[in-house]
Structure formats: structure tokens, C-alpha cells
């Protein structure tokens, strides 16, 4: 893809030897990220659970861009792990560590360790709007109706 943007990635000292975020398949959205967890030091996340898992890197997004970090499906269905703020937004202008805030909604004590692959990284474009105060809003059929209005 031409138009893909460049995102540049500083390893943080305990991410050496950690592969970069990566595709795992040729048509991915999500590149994935790895625990960058100490070496023989695993992570156990007993049920109910969370905790910002650090990835050992930093990144710096072009303007207009965002970083969704996302739970991978594999471990939501095998294990119940998830993400808490799925997506997580990571802002053009943030530039500390990305961590991923991992959640364990199995049953059972789920253990990971360095290197393992805890998130995907989504990168999409993004538009800031403009807000303007007005005293009304245009009618619809909707209305004000949501949550669950239009049906199951």
C-alpha cells in the first residue's frame, strides 16, 4: 500500500530481543505486540483480573493518524482474555510506553510470559472535528432513542 503511514518505533531497554509489532498474515488489520515482560518472570492474571501489560516500545504516529490496541480473538475465546478499553486509543502525540490493560474474564489463572503475544495494534486514520453550541438539533425518526430502541 502506498499511501501507508510510516510509524516509527523506539525499543525501550527492556523490549531488546523482542520482535516489533508484526502482520502475521498477509492481509492483517492488526499488527501484534509482545509482552515485554522480564526474562523467567512470568505475569500470572488470575480470573477477574487486569493489568497493564508493557510492550517495550514506543511509537510516534504522523498527525491525522491513531493506534487502536485491540484483544486478539484467540485469546478472548480460548482463555477469556480481553482488553478493559477495547479499543484503546493511542493518540499521534503520545510518546511513553504502550502497554496493553489485559482482563481475565475465564475461569482459570492465565499466565504470560516475555515475548508472548498479548495485543493487536490497529493503525487508522482520524479527523478532529469541529464543536459548535447550538440550541436545537435537525429532527430524525430516531430521535433520541438508543440503547436496544430499534429492536433485538
Known amino acids: 500500500m502506498n499511501?501507508?503511514?510510516?510509524i516509527r518505533i523506539k525499543r525501550l531497554p527492556h523490549g531488546d530481543g523482542l520482535s516489533l509489532p508484526s502482520y502475521e498474515?498477509?492481509?492483517?488489520a492488526g499488527a501484534d505486540v509482545r509482552a515485554a515482560l522480564p526474562i523467567g518472570e512470568p505475569l500470572t492474571l488470575k480470573p477477574g483480573e487486569r493489568f497493564m501489560v508493557p510492550?517495550?516500545?514506543a511509537i510516534a504516529l504522523p498527525p491525522g493518524w491513531e493506534a487502536q490496541m485491540r484483544p486478539r480473538s484467540g485469546l478472548a475465546a480460548k482463555y477469556g482474555i480481553s482488553c478493559v478499553n477495547s479499543p484503546g486509543t493511542i493518540d499521534a502525540d503520545y510518546r511513553g510506553e504502550l502497554?496493553?490493560?489485559?482482563?481475565?474474564h475465564?475461569?482459570?489463572?492465565?499466565?504470560?510470559?516475555r515475548g508472548d503475544r498479548i495485543g493487536q495494534m490497529v493503525i487508522c486514520p482520524v479527523w478532529q472535528a469541529l464543536f459548535t453550541a447550538v440550541e436545537e438539533l435537525d429532527e430524525t425518526v430516531r430521535g433520541a432513542g438508543g440503547f436496544g430502541s430499534t429492536g433485538v
Not at 25 to 28: G, K
Not at 106 to 113: H, L, P, Q, R
Open 3 to 6: 499511501d501507508a503511514p510510516l
Open 106 to 113: 475465564g475461569a482459570e489463572d492465565f499466565v504470560i510470559n
Open 99 to 104: 502497554r496493553v490493560i489485559l482482563i481475565n
Open 25 to 28: 498474515t498477509e492481509l492483517a
Open 55 to 57: 510492550t517495550g516500545i
